[in-house]
């Protein structure tokens, strides 16, 4: 069973950045593909960052351009880079793998999920 840990949200002020990453374990992380999720309070789960085994990405247009994914198949980990930040990143962000191929921007998609780490963006 995949188990994903995620850490690094914190409270930053718009214009500034934060690094979250992904710990995965109990799964063949080299390959699964690996995305990042938001939900912010009353709004639906987002699909924002997509990384595949073969290092192809993919990024929702709200955060393309601020926005980086990476994966370390030797330490079995990803990372969600996130520069520029604005007041609409504020949100819960969770890992999500478990890759059942498809849409990566589908949550159904994806069979495990971690707790979540909160961002929160000041102005």
């Known amino acids: 069973e995949v188990r994903l840990v995620e850490s690094g949200g914190g409270s930053v002020q718009a214009g500034g950045s934060l690094k979250l990453s992904c710990a995965y374990s109990?799964?063949?992380?080299?390959?699964?593909?690996i995305a990042w999720y938001r939900q912010a309070p009353g709004q639906d789960r987002e699909g924002v960052a997509f990384?595949?085994?073969?290092?192809?990405?993919a990024y929702s247009d709200s955060v393309k351009g601020r926005f980086t994914i990476l994966r370390d198949n030797g330490e079995n980990t990803a990372s969600l880079q996130m520069n520029s930040l604005k007041g609409d990143d504020t949100a819960m962000y969770y890992c999500?793998?478990?890759?059942?191929?498809?849409?990566?921007?589908?949550?159904?998609?994806?069979?495990?999920w971690g707790q979540g780490t909160q961002v929160t963006v000041s102005s």
């Open positions: 999500a793998a478990g890759w059942k191929e498809g849409r990566w921007s589908r949550p159904d998609n994806f069979d495990a």
């Open positions: 109990g799964g063949n992380f080299a390959r699964d593909g």
């Open positions: 990384i595949g085994r073969t290092w192809n990405t």
